[in-house]
């Protein structure tokens, strides 16, 4: 009965290095959103998936970010060439549904990245 | 974009005072989202309001869906230190897929 799972829970990147961000849903849920957050703010959403479909990605910037859900296996979120404007706690949320008014995501713990 | 605005933005008050945390936005939204999240943690959903003018109460917690479900009100009797947290908005639009969230409200209830 395990919850949203994240890994890693804190994640410390130099300039340049990639950031891999893993979020393995609750049990049953085939639809994963992931958002960033920076302290003291509300959640800015980035994208949202499908198992191996990208419904939505109009929140993540065009450039050095991605996202994947494979057909098996968590989902994941990569940082390429990280830079310091990067850092922030990036949450995973799961749901069963489709529809946006009966839906309940579920969020996980959130990885803490943070770029030195 | 659309913005839902929380306010006040903090909040620091003692145990067994009474608080409103407002959510108000110019979109309308098919469904709003509370959540609670504590420092260090993922938002934990608290409820959601579906219908215009709905009122839900959880406990010690009231929450009021505005009648052109543009607003929302979340309103603590009693407050007590365990309800220390940032309190989140989240509304659903319906004509797409993302739920957009609030700036945040963080309540200090000191004991």
């Known amino acids: 009965n395990a919850g949203v799972m994240q890994n890693p829970r804190h994640l410390v990147r130099r300039r340049g290095q990639e950031a891999r961000l893993r979020c393995s849903p609750m049990k049953g849920h085939s639809h994963v959103y992931w958002y960033r957050q920076l302290p003291e703010e509300g959640l800015k959403f980035m994208v949202y998936?499908?198992?191996?479909?990208?419904?939505?990605e109009s929140g993540m910037p065009k450039e050095r970010f991605s996202a994947e859900f494979p057909k098996e296996g968590p989902s994941i979120l990569r940082i390429q060439q990280v830079v310091r404007g990067d850092s922030a706690a990036y949450f995973c949320a799961s749901s069963p549904l489709r529809d946006t008014q009966q839906e309940t995501q579920y969020f996980g713990p959130g990885t803490r990245l943070l770029v030195l | 974009t659309q913005l839902l605005e929380q306010s006040p933005q903090f909040l620091s008050i003692q145990e067994g005072e009474n608080l409103t945390v407002y959510c108000n936005s110019s979109s309308v939204f098919s469904s709003l989202q509370w959540y609670r999240q504590e420092p260090g943690e993922g938002p934990v959903l608290l409820v959601t309001?579906?219908?215009?003018?709905e009122v839900k109460k959880l406990k010690r917690l009231t929450f009021q869906f505005g009648d052109a479900r543009k607003d929302s009100s979340l309103h603590i009797t009693a407050a007590q230190p365990g309800d220390t947290g940032l309190y989140l908005c989240?509304?659903?639009?319906?004509?797409?897929?993302?739920?957009?969230f609030g700036t945040g409200t963080s309540l200090t209830v000191i004991p």
């Open positions: 309001v579906v219908t215009g003018g």
């Open positions: 989240a509304g659903a639009s319906g004509r797409d897929t993302q739920f957009y």
């Open positions: 998936l499908q198992k191996e479909n990208i419904i939505d």
